[in-house]
Nanobody, 124 residues
Framework: QVQLVESGGGLVQAGGSLRLSCTVSVRTFISNAGGWFRQAPGKEREFVASINYNGGDTMYADSVKGRFTISRDNAKNTLYLQMNSLKPEDAALYYC?????????????????WGQGTQVTVSS
């Protein structure tokens, strides 16, 4: 059974930075795109960023472009999300996910395995 485990969330002041990590339990993750999504209380889960199978292509939500960077280390089966210049509206539960496909995608339905989430809180 594939497992994704996120870490790195926490409390940060507005303007600060956090780095989220997501470790995937299967070696075959190197064949799949990965993504980060977030969900704030009372809101739907929304796309944040996606990276293709070999890290050569990335995609971002407009709200995080220029502030967040997604990356991956296939030797470590790990996905990362570097978040800079954080804003209070970035506060949410952040999920990593493994796509069914190798290319980047922002469609939540293209992801078939999810982590449990890591909380990000941004104080103003």
């Amino acid at each position: 059974q594939v497992q994704l485990v996120e870490s790195g969330g926490g409390l940060v002041q507005a303007g600060g930075s956090l780095r989220l990590s997501c470790t995937v339990s299967v070696r075959t993750f190197i064949s799949n795109a990965g993504g980060w999504f977030r969900q704030a209380p009372g809101k739907e889960r929304e796309f944040v960023a996606s990276i293709n199978y070999n890290g050569g292509d990335t995609m971002y939500a407009d709200s995080v472009k220029g502030r967040f960077t997604i990356s991956r280390d296939n030797a470590k089966n790990t996905l990362y999300l570097q978040m800079n210049s954080l804003k209070p509206e970035d506060a949410a539960l952040y999920y990593c996910a493994k796509s069914k496909y190798y290319a980047t995608t922002s469609d939540l339905r293209d992801y078939n395995t999810w982590g449990q989430g890591t909380q990000v809180t941004v104080s103003s």
